[in-house]
């Protein structure tokens, strides 16, 4: 696997592994035995950028990767997060008081079975609390060797500004993909400028850009994608255009949907490391195998005509979600 570094010097590989899917919000979680040992195959060929959060569970995810990686502590990279408060197990909003950080720090510590926390996000910017004094808290736990780095996730660029100056911020994490591209407005001349890497979630439209969902497909009541309007039938059924022109290509070029969606991606700066979820072996291997797609000029070109051509259906999220983004 290549290596890709984002700010601050933070070296690793090309393709993370979004690992929320693997105990959270995907219908249910699957046996926690496999997921230790799809992580430690991830390990194995050459993945060593692993995502997390404490709220994803809740403290499920956190527990996982802890287990799975603490023979292995030195060959890993692991990015967890802060910024919601939760109650009876459940997120009920935003907190990133500086009081409240220390407590999610020391926690997710514990449960990832580690000294440091490589990659610390906001998860969500708290409006309640000015930026500077999150980043002079994270910046106060790196001088206390707990952290390494410091993100923030679906901020807006006023708002990394502000942060940066303070501590500087190695990676923000936001979605982004070929039916997502609004960070290219804004976000990513910010990041270039600022010398800040770029972490894209769901890089794969949360599995639409697969192939594997059409407007037919059901998923389970607990399936958290029942929840967004770009998921309704009405939109998968408008958005599949997108994919099939994606297919088309993929075709031509011997690879998959996935691996032309995540090629691309790769392809757009070099600072650019996207973290695909999956549960499956067949899928870990289709993702990394994107990372070896050479995709010419000219096929880029042909790609992003064909992103731009559909108008792609729903909103990424309900819209009490979609106002935490872009703070």
């Given at each position: 696997?290549?290596?890709?570094?984002?700010?601050?010097?933070?070296?690793?590989?090309?393709?993370?592994?979004?690992?929320?899917?693997?105990?959270?919000?995907?219908?249910?979680?699957?046996?926690?035995?496999?997921?230790?040992?799809?992580?430690?195959?991830?390990?194995?060929?050459?993945?060593?950028?692993?995502?997390?959060?404490?709220?994803?569970?809740?403290?499920?995810?956190?527990?996982?990767?802890?287990?799975?990686?603490?023979?292995?502590?030195?060959?890993?990279?692991?990015?967890?997060?802060?910024?919601?408060?939760?109650?009876?197990?459940?997120?009920?909003?935003?907190?990133?008081?500086?009081?409240?950080?220390?407590?999610?720090?020391?926690?997710?510590?514990?449960?990832?079975?580690?000294?440091?926390?490589?990659?610390?996000?906001?998860?969500?910017?708290?409006?309640?609390?000015?930026?500077?004094?999150?980043?002079?808290?994270?910046?106060?736990?790196?001088?206390?060797?707990?952290?390494?780095?410091?993100?923030?996730?679906?901020?807006?660029?006023?708002?990394?500004?502000?942060?940066?100056?303070?501590?500087?911020?190695?990676?923000?994490?936001?979605?982004?993909?070929?039916?997502?591209?609004?960070?290219?407005?804004?976000?990513?001349?910010?990041?270039?400028?600022?010398?800040?890497?770029?972490?894209?979630?769901?890089?794969?439209?949360?599995?639409?850009?697969?192939?594997?969902?059409?407007?037919?497909?059901k998923f389970e009541s607990n399936d958290f994608r029942n929840s967004l309007p770009r998921f309704s039938e009405e939109a998968r059924a408008a958005n599949t255009k997108l994919v099939d022109l994606i297919a088309a290509i993929a075709r031509r070029k011997l690879a998959t949907?996935?691996?032309?969606?995540?090629?691309?991606?790769?392809?757009?700066?070099?600072?650019?490391?996207?973290?695909?979820?999956?549960?499956?072996?067949?899928?870990?291997?289709?993702?990394?195998?994107?990372?070896?797609?050479?995709?010419?000029?000219?096929?880029?070109?042909?790609?992003?005509?064909?992103?731009?051509?559909?108008?792609?259906?729903?909103?990424?999220?309900?819209?009490?979600?979609?106002?935490?983004?872009?703070?």
């Open positions: 696997m290549q290596k890709r570094i984002l700010g601050n010097g933070l070296e690793v590989s090309a393709l993370g592994l979004g690992c929320m899917g693997m105990s959270f919000a995907y219908g249910t979680a699957p046996d926690p035995k496999e997921m230790v040992w799809l992580l430690h195959a991830a390990v194995e060929r050459g993945v060593t950028f692993f995502d997390t959060a404490e709220v994803y569970g809740p403290f499920a995810n956190e527990d996982l990767l802890g287990e799975a990686f603490a023979p292995i502590r030195d060959k890993v990279v692991i990015a967890t997060k802060f910024g919601f408060k939760i109650e009876d197990g459940k997120n009920v909003g935003t907190d990133s008081r500086p009081e409240h950080i220390r407590e999610v720090a020391e926690a997710s510590l514990k449960r990832l079975r580690t000294d440091v926390i490589d990659l610390l996000y906001q998860h969500r910017v708290d409006p309640n609390v000015p930026i500077e004094d999150v980043a002079g808290t994270v910046a106060d736990l790196i001088r206390e060797g707990k952290v390494r780095h410091f993100g923030l996730s679906e901020a807006g660029a006023a708002t990394i500004r502000r942060a940066h100056a303070v501590q500087p911020v190695t990676a923000l994490q936001s979605e982004y993909s070929l039916w997502w591209r609004e960070p290219e407005a804004e976000i990513l001349p910010t990041l270039e400028e600022l010398g800040i890497g770029f972490v894209p979630f769901s890089p794969l439209g949360r599995g639409f850009l697969t192939g594997a969902i059409g407007a037919d497909t949907p996935a691996q032309i969606a995540l090629a691309w991606l790769l392809a757009q700066k070099p600072w650019i490391v996207p973290i695909p979820g999956t549960t499956k072996l067949n899928r870990l291997e289709e993702n990394i195998h994107a990372a070896g797609i050479d995709l010419s000029a000219e096929d880029l070109a042909e790609i992003t005509r064909a992103a731009d051509s559909v108008e792609i259906e729903g909103a990424r999220y309900p819209a009490a979600t979609q106002a935490m983004i872009n703070r």
